[in-house]
Nanobody
Framework: QVLLVESGGRLVQPGGSLRLSCAGSGFTFSNYRMSWYRQAPGKERELVASISSAGGRTNYADSVKGRFTISRDNAKNTVYLQMNSLKSEDTAVYYC???????????WGQGTQVTVSS
């Protein structure tokens, strides 16, 4: 059974930093593209960042480029999201996503709350 568990979300002041972690189990982690999505109140879920299965390719939403960094450690079955220079508009529930194109399989974590406020 695929399980993704996020951690690291909390209240942080504007300009601060956080590192989110997502630990995967029940699947071959290194075969999956991993992504972070977020959903703010009243808004649709949006892609924040993604990283290829081996970690060689990354992709970021324009709103977080230069501030957020996604990385992974396949030996630990964990993907990270380092968030710097946080803004109030980064406030959202952050979700971890695991995706494999063939055979198609996609799974989500339960989410972790990030609140940026003074």
């Amino acid at each position: 059974q695929v399980l993704l568990v996020e951690s690291g979300g909390r209240l942080v002041q504007p300009g601060g930093s956080l590192r989110l972690s997502c630990a995967g189990s029940g699947f071959t982690f290194s075969n999956y593209r991993m992504s972070w999505y977020r959903q703010a109140p009243g808004k649709e879920r949006e892609l924040v960042a993604s990283i290829s299965s081996a970690g060689g390719r990354t992709n970021y939403a324009d709103s977080v480029k230069g501030r957020f960094t996604i990385s992974r450690d396949n030996a630990k079955n964990t993907v990270y999201l380092q968030m710097n220079s946080l803004k109030s508009e980064d406030t959202a529930v952050y979700y971890c996503n695991a995706y494999r194109g063939w055979p198609l399989q996609e799974s989500w974590g339960q989410g972790t709350q990030v609140t940026v406020s003074s």
